[in-house]
């Protein structure tokens, strides 16, 4: 009876041990296998273009903003500017990019130099009108143009941030008011 229940036991313990959970426990949302940015092919500010599969190799944090932004956008890249201090050594394994929601204004070299004013190693990524509306759409990403005075305008957009690990798929959904701890967390368990 006792070989029997050492048995039950043994095998129990091996089932048991199977059910361990071993999926990364982000901060942020889990979007594992949504394939949310597919379509992302612009500009970078380096005049090359980039899509998903250029990314890869790294791991990847997106976020939709553009240079004229009174607060969200400057708030946010100086969040990551603080991130990749936390990350350490590991910061040249991570991309940050911005992807402008407002082409009109800004060209290349206007994003160039907002971005790299947080950090030489930031991408900005901007387009056509259509480019931008497309890459947006992929990563379900509202924006919208909104009048202002003297025929000025802003541009309402959506703040979370995606990370996308170093094979180019999409894997958490962050708020931009997260914390830059949790950023850095979540990217850590991406670069294992």
Do not use: W
């Not at 402008?100 to 901007?126: H, K, N």
């Not at 170093?166 to 990217?187: K, Y």
């Amino acid at each position: 009876m006792r070989l029997l229940f050492a048995a039950f036991a043994s095998v129990l313990m091996v089932l048991l041990a199977g059910c361990n959970d071993t999926k990364p426990q982000f901060k942020g949302s889990d979007i594992t296998g949504t394939r949310l940015g597919k379509d992302l092919a612009l500009t970078g500010t380096d005049g090359k273009p980039y899509t998903l599969e250029t990314l890869k190799g790294k791991v990847s944090l997106v976020m939709f903003g553009f240079t004229q932004c009174p607060d969200v956008c400057p708030s946010a890249l100086a969040e990551l500017t603080q991130v990749m201090k936390l990350l350490g050594k590991e910061a040249k394994r991570v991309q940050v990019v911005l992807i402008t929601v407002d082409p009109e204004r800004d060209t290349q070299e206007v994003l160039r130099a907002y971005v790299s004013g947080f950090d030489p190693d930031f991408l900005g990524l901007t387009g056509t009108p259509e480019q931008i509306k497309k890459t947006a759409g992929s990563f379900k990403v509202y924006y919208a143009k909104t009048a202002g005075a003297q025929g000025n305008y802003s541009m309402d957009h959506s703040a979370s941030f995606f990370l996308m690990d170093a094979q180019g798929e999409s894997r958490v959904l962050l708020n931009n008011n997260i914390g830059a701890a949790a950023i850095a967390h979540d990217i850590q368990l991406l670069l294992r």
